[in-house]
């Protein structure tokens, strides 16, 4: 496993800054960065931004649909994004990940939502251009804790003048089943590729 990366996992960090929230018919999800060093909330902003045109297949639908953007500013040192679902009121959760996708699934009676972001292979883009020598390991740049309900995303070092702009995604809808897939696909489709400026 790559150096940074197997520290970053191991290591919990105390320093932590509120980067924004995502509100849900069932709680608010909190965003926030964590770090060896105390980051000011001038190194991210977080915003909710207008999804872009999008069609399901025939027979799926989704009530509502946000994206959200969370640009972190240069920093000098590998930090984690962490999404927490602990305020979230649900029966049910676990992960939904494919296609560059990774997303946790949120279930409340026949209340279904997702709730995720592009996958740890877009940072791997940078950290190893040469995709051939890419080791395996690298591919987890994002944890998932379900017992305590929250998503890690470990975000290297950024280099001066080099900003990485994190969307995230949500969309639910009230009357769904086991087989529906609708909430995953709205969720997935509207996610821009992270952007490394």
């Known amino acids: 496993m790559v150096d940074w990366l197997k520290s970053n996992k191991q290591t919990e960090f105390s320093n932590k800054t509120h980067c924004g929230d995502i509100d849900t018919p069932l709680g608010s999800i909190t965003i926030t960065a964590s770090a060896d060093i105390l980051l000011s909330q001038d190194n991210f902003s977080f915003e909710i931004v207008e999804p872009p045109h999008f069609t399901l297949f025939e027979g799926q639908a989704v009530d509502h649909i946000n994206l959200y953007q ?13 999404v927490n679902f602990e305020k979230i009121d649900c029966e049910d959760c676990y992960p939904e990940s494919g296609e560059c996708y990774v997303s946790i699934r949120l279930e409340k009676g026949a209340f279904q939502m997702n709730v995720g972001t592009r ?3 877009y940072l791997n883009y940078r950290l190893y251009p040469d995709r051939h020598k890419l080791p395996y390991e690298a591919f987890e740049l994002i944890e998932f804790n379900l017992n305590e309900r929250y998503m890690v995303i470990n975000v290297p070092a950024l280099q001066d ?3 990485i ?20 696909e709205a969720a997935d489709r509207i996610l821009p590729s992270l952007k490394i400026i």
């Not at 969370?70 to 962490?82: F, G, H, R, S, Y």
């Not at 702009?165 to 995953?184: G, M, P, Q």
């Open 70 to 82: 969370l640009t972190i500013k240069p920093t000098t040192t590998a930090l984690k994004i962490i």
């Open 119 to 121: 996958d740890g292979e």
């Open 161 to 163: 003048g080099e900003t």
């Open 165 to 184: 702009v994190i969307s995230f995604s949500t969309a639910w809808k009230n009357n769904s089943n086991d087989e529906d897939c609708s909430t995953w």
